[in-house]
Nanobody, 119 residues
Framework: QLQLVESGGGLVQPGGSLRLSCTAS????????IGWFRQAPGKEREGVSC??????NYADSVKGRFTISRDNAKNTVYLQMNSLKAEDTAVYYC??????????????WGKGTLVTVSS
């Protein structure tokens, strides 16, 4: 059974940076699509970024500011977030699925890490 644990959230000022980590246990992430999602207070969950074997994708709202990457040796996927804005405040979740694409119905989910962007 694959388990995912997010870390790296916290309070940051507008314009600052954070790096979120999604560390897997139980199975290797090598053959999984990995997605980062977020849910802001009072809003629906939205996709932020997706990493598959050959591609990366980003929501328009984070393009040019966020970068998803994978460290196979550490079985970890990262989300580097730069130039953070107040509207990036949310609980961030990572998810994984062997189907090879990202969606809101991915099989495995972490419990989330809170990112608060505020001065």
């Amino acid at each position: 059974q694959l388990q995912l644990v997010e870390s790296g959230g916290g309070l940051v000022q507008p314009g600052g940076s954070l790096r979120l980590s999604c560390t897997a246990s139980g199975r290797t992430l090598d053959y999984y699509a990995i997605g980062w999602f977020r849910q802001a207070p009072g809003k629906e969950r939205e996709g932020v970024s997706c990493l598959t074997s050959g591609t990366t994708n980003y929501a328009d709202s984070v393009k040019g500011r966020f970068t998803i990457s994978r460290d196979n040796a550490k079985n970890t996927v990262y989300l580097q977030m730069n130039s953070l804005k107040a509207e990036d405040t949310a609980v961030y979740y990572c998810a994984a699925d062997r189907k090879g694409y990202c969606s809101g119905l991915m099989n495995y989910w972490g419990k989330g890490t809170l990112v608060t962007v505020s001065s």
